[in-house]
């Protein structure tokens, strides 16, 4: 009887024993399994992540690719005597030859960029100081040359419905009359506390220049001119356009928000002359625009965020 009892306990040693491996090999094919996952995961990101990853991408399937076409199709040429086959590896090994003069002619930039950087960098301070006012000088004489009469000529077509007319209803009359009291009475204030600045805090009564716009100055007045026009205030409408011609400069060095400038400034001259047909808002909005353009010069087309408009 005592040696009966004593298998029971045996048995499950044995047992214990006998899966203890089974579990064993479970964890290591588990991680295992996840080595060569991120394995996987980890060759994918390197090639869909990294830098120039499309030229990457046809340098190591594509490229290869053609130039077996290529060799193919030269032995069928050799084999067959096909006209179509050595047609296809005329205009093949023309592809690939395009490619190469297309890095070629960029190595060649490249390396006159590099050139002309080292040559710049041996040159005194004072010489590479005139030279960028000389460069400073020409972009100044270039901007003079485009006058008013240089600039394409538009028929301006007056908006229907802009000005002249007035709601027939008593109640819509009375509530015009006193928005435009409070344009007036925000109009007064600003040209009293913040007059050329981008902003006006009500409560300190104090201009503020927000950093969005750089250097550049008079958002409030850009922004309200197409109010001041619809509103019919027009000594207001006047001089907020005299300071735009005598004031309003463009030529800051800062970094600017290319949206907010975009919706203030270019959209506010643009407004003003859509409904006031004065030439001095389409030139202004021409000059800006022209200056903002570098911001779409990107690799996606995504404009940049911020911008120097030196």
Request: with cysteine.
């Amino acid at each position: 009887m005592p040696a009966v009892s004593l298998l029971p306990f045996t048995s499950t040693a044995g047992s214990r024993k006998s899966v203890s491996p089974s579990a064993f090999r479970l964890t290591e094919k588990f991680i295992l399994l996840l080595a060569f996952s991120a394995f996987i995961t980890l060759c994918f990101g390197a090639i869909f992540f990294l830098p120039d990853s499309s030229k990457l991408l046809s340098g190591v399937f594509f490229h290869s690719a053609r130039k077996s076409l290529v060799g193919g199709v030269g032995g069928d040429l050799l084999a067959n005597g096909d006209r179509g086959l050595g047609g296809a590896a005329a205009a093949a090994a023309e592809g690939t030859q395009g490619d190469g003069d297309k890095l070629a002619r960029i190595r060649k930039d490249h390396e006159k960029a590099l050139q002309e950087a080292k040559d710049t960098l041996q040159k005194p301070p004072e010489e590479i100081k005139r030279d960028i006012r000389d460069d400073k000088a020409q972009l100044r004489q270039d901007n003079l040359k485009k006058e008013e009469g240089e600039l394409p000529p538009v028929v301006f077509q007056k908006p229907v419905g802009a000005i002249g007319r007035e709601p027939g209803d008593q109640d819509t009359r009375q509530k015009r009359v006193k928005i435009k009291e409070m344009m007036k009475f925000s109009w007064d204030n600003y040209k009293r506390y913040a007059w050329g600045l981008n902003e006006l805090k009500p409560l300190s009564k104090q201009g503020h220049s927000s950093n969005l716009f750089g250097s550049i100055q008079g958002a409030t007045i850009v922004d309200a001119l197409d109010t001041l026009y619809i509103m019919e205030m027009n000594d207001e409408f006047k001089e907020a356009k005299e300071w735009v011609e005598k004031n309003l400069n463009f030529n800051v060095n800062a970094e600017i928000s290319v949206f907010e400038v975009n919706i203030r400034f270019v959209g506010g001259l643009l407004s003003a002359y859509y409904l006031s047909s004065e030439e001095v808002f389409r030139r202004k909005a021409i000059e800006l625009g022209e200056k903002l353009l570098p911001a779409f010069s990107t690799p996606t087309g995504i404009p940049w965020a911020l911008l120097n408009i030196k």
